[in-house]
């Protein structure tokens, strides 16, 4: 099994920045894809961005240019860095890893939160 451990949300005036980071442990298998998601209240959960193991990255249009998401294969770890960072980008956001099995695993969120 997985496990994964978020850190870095907070708040933020619009137009600043946050990092997130989330530590994936136990069973890792590759290829694998870990990415952010986040669901602000009212709202379904939604893509963010993701990086598969080879490198592949994909991301929502709405944090193109803004967010870059990295990872660090040997520590399996993922970072979200999210510049001018805006209201409507507040939402608690989830790391997830998945593996070849399609099997998602979630962690437990951590609230962004960007003041006008």
């Known amino acids: 099994q997985v496990q994964l451990v978020e850190s870095g949300g907070g708040l933020v005036q619009s137009g600043g920045s946050l990092r997130l980071s989330c530590v994936a442990s136990g069973t890792i298998f590759v290829p694998n894809t870990m990415g952010w998601y986040r669901q602000a209240p009212g709202r379904q959960r939604e893509s963010v961005a993701t990086?598969?193991?080879?490198?592949?990255?994909n991301y929502a249009d709405s944090v193109k240019g803004r967010f870059t998401i990295s990872r660090d294969l040997a520590k399996n770890t993922v970072h979200l860095q999210m510049n001018s960072l805006k209201p409507e980008d507040t939402a608690v956001y989830y790391c997830?890893?998945?593996?070849?099995?399609?099997?998602?695993?979630w962690g437990q969120g951590t609230q962004v939160t960007v003041s006008s």
């Open positions: 990086m598969a193991s080879g490198g592949l990255t």
């Open positions: 997830r890893y998945m593996g070849v099995d399609l099997r998602p695993t």
